[in-house]
């Protein structure tokens, strides 16, 4: 099993759609959640931090349910530029190491 | 955009070629992180330098190494060079080692 599990979609939805997104992760001893973009042929870039509570930043809400080691990440009233990747990042705490899902690529339709 | 600097942006090499690349840190942060990324693939982490010591090391064999600098800027050094080494190596700066990590542009790697 990978450590960190993402759907890879794609996911085709209309502009103004609702979408969500899934990550699940193996280390119960986790200390630290991220999701980043990536746009195609650039560098993963910082989207949001997860917290305990679940944090909103305008259109997107990230949620993280510890007991069951799954994030999720909701983006509302979708437009073009969300196109990208979206990768969900799992600071084990050990080794200072970052994992990374493998990513879940959305496409905005107008 | 991050300050996180990379360079060069784009070099092929051949099998059994050594490399290296160059990342410059965002002002303020003290630590580097280096992935390398496949085509369709997340980036897999490589190992980590803080304060001029490796700080953690994933599933890399050793002729992957590291140096940091005294300023935090880092290479990535790679010996025998395989195929399988072609990717997009990340570098991603931070202000420790358990904070959030900002990603230069990376380095395109082909290996023929």
């Known amino acids: 099993r990978k450590e960190v599990e993402q759907d890879p979609g794609p996911f085709n939805v209309p502009e103004g759609a609702t979408v969500a997104f899934n990550c699940t992760y193996s280390?119960?001893?986790?200390?630290?959640f991220f999701w980043y973009r990536q746009d195609c042929r650039k560098e993963p870039k910082l989207l949001m931090s997860?917290?305990?509570s679940g944090n909103e930043d305008g259109r997107f809400t990230a949620q993280l349910n510890r007991a069951s080691q799954y994030i999720s990440l909701l983006i509302r009233d979708s437009k073009l530029s969300d196109s990208a990747t979206y990768l969900c990042?799992?600071?084990?705490?050990?080794?200072?190491?970052?994992?990374f899902g493998a990513g879940t690529r959305l496409t905005v339709k107008p | 955009e991050t300050g996180v600097t990379q360079s060069p942006t784009h070099l092929i090499k051949t099998r059994g070629q050594q490399v290296t690349l160059r990342c410059s840190s965002q002002?303020?942060?003290?630590?580097v992180s280096w992935y390398q990324q496949a085509l369709g693939q997340g980036p897999q982490f490589i190992f980590q330098?803080?304060?001029?010591?490796?700080?953690g090391r994933g599933n890399f064999p050793p002729r992957f190494s590291g140096l940091q600098f005294p300023n935090y800027s880092s290479e990535l050094n790679v010996n025998a060079l395989e195929l399988d080494d072609s990717a997009l190596y990340l570098c991603?700066?931070?202000?420790?080692?358990?904070?959030?990590?900002?990603f230069g542009p990376g380095t395109r790697l082909l290996v023929l």
């Open positions: 991603a700066s931070s202000r420790g080692t358990q904070e959030t990590q900002y």
């Open positions: 280390n119960s001893a986790s200390q630290s």
């Open positions: 997860v917290y305990s």
């Open positions: 990042v799992v600071n084990t705490g050990n080794n200072n190491d970052m994992r």
């Open positions: 002002s303020g942060h003290n630590t």
């Open positions: 330098y803080y304060r001029e010591e490796e700080n």
